[in-house]
């Protein structure tokens, strides 16, 4: 007699591993160190997946900041922001990087901050509080007017192309 179960069983395992080849088509961003001893992590710009992704880990980082610009679709940011976090109380610098995406996390201890993100001549400025076991979070929100193309060009092929 035939049976059907080595098949059911060859497919069921086919499908799972199917399931998980899609799950991971993307490679996670990488953790990155700032000087100042922070670990932090960029990313949400490849596609939807890495942006669920970033949205998933969040809450097990200290913070979360999120760069976006005024009436553009969520995740549409892959302009680099230079980011610079500062104890409110004491003034020291805790992190200081380049943002490279929508999401940056980050691993703070409990305190208040003042973050600034700077993208071309505009920097914003936002407070952030850590709590514990209550990751802070802050959106930099960028006008819709401000041209992001010409403010992250390098100097010399503004220059170039002035002629």
């Not at 199917?18 to 001893?37: D, K, R, T």
């Not at 970033?54 to 200290?62: A, K, T």
């Not at 409990?110 to 973050?115: A, I, K, M, R, S």
């Amino acid at each position: 007699m035939f049976s059907l179960r080595p098949f059911l069983a060859l497919g069921t395992a086919a499908l799972l591993m199917g399931a998980s080849l899609s799950a991971q088509a993307f490679a996670n961003p990488p953790i990155q160190m700032a000087p100042q001893g922070v670990e932090f992590m960029c990313g949400g710009q490849r596609s939807a997946a890495e942006l669920a992704f970033m949205e998933r880990v969040s809450p097990r980082w200290g913070a979360t900041v999120e760069f976006a610009v005024n009436g553009a679709p969520r995740g549409r940011f892959d302009a680099p922001v230079q980011v610079s976090m500062r104890n409110k109380y004491n003034g020291e610098h805790v992190l200081q990087a380049q943002a490279d995406g929508p999401l940056m996390v980050a691993r703070l201890a409990p305190g208040t901050y003042e973050v600034q993100a700077t993208l071309g001549s505009l920097t914003l400025t936002q407070e952030l509080v850590v709590r514990l076991g209550q990751p802070g979070r802050t959106l930099f929100l960028w006008p819709s007017n401000f041209d992001i193309a010409s403010a992250t060009l390098p100097r010399q092929t503004l220059a170039q192309g002035a002629r």
